[in-house]
Nanobody
């Protein structure tokens, strides 16, 4: 099993920035199985959305809604993924979940979620 621990959510004004962090921990074998890490988000009454993902080799995907504003990165050595969010908008407000898994479309592990609130 892999545990994902998120941090960095909070309240920010429209146009502001936040940085989310997520650290993966677990057995050596479980950690080795994690190729892709990323972030989903879900706002009340809306479908869950894949925001960004990054593979161990550095292959990156962004949702169209965040391109040019969000940057995903990771440090493989300490199994940590980051999401730098800039030019935040009220519509970015959601619970953000860290995810990890072996494939780009297979996330076996989910974090507890961290709330991002953007005030207008």
């Amino acid at each position: 099993q892999v545990q994902l621990t998120e941090s960095g959510g909070g309240l920010v004004q429209d146009g502001g920035s936040l940085r989310l962090s997520c650290a993966a921990s677990g057995s050596t074998l479980s950690i080795f199985s994690v190729n892709v890490m990323g972030w989903y988000r879900q706002a009340p009454g809306k479908e869950r959305e894949l925001v960004a993902r990054i593979s161990r080799s550095g292959r990156i995907y962004y949702a169209d809604s965040v391109k040019g504003r969000f940057t995903v990165s990771r440090v493989n050595a300490n199994h940590t993924v980051y999401l730098q969010m800039t030019s935040l908008k009220p519509e970015d407000a959601a619970v953000y979940y860290c995810v990890a898994g072996p494939l780009e479309h297979s996330f076996s592990y989910w974090g507890q979620g961290t709330q991002v609130t953007v005030s207008s």
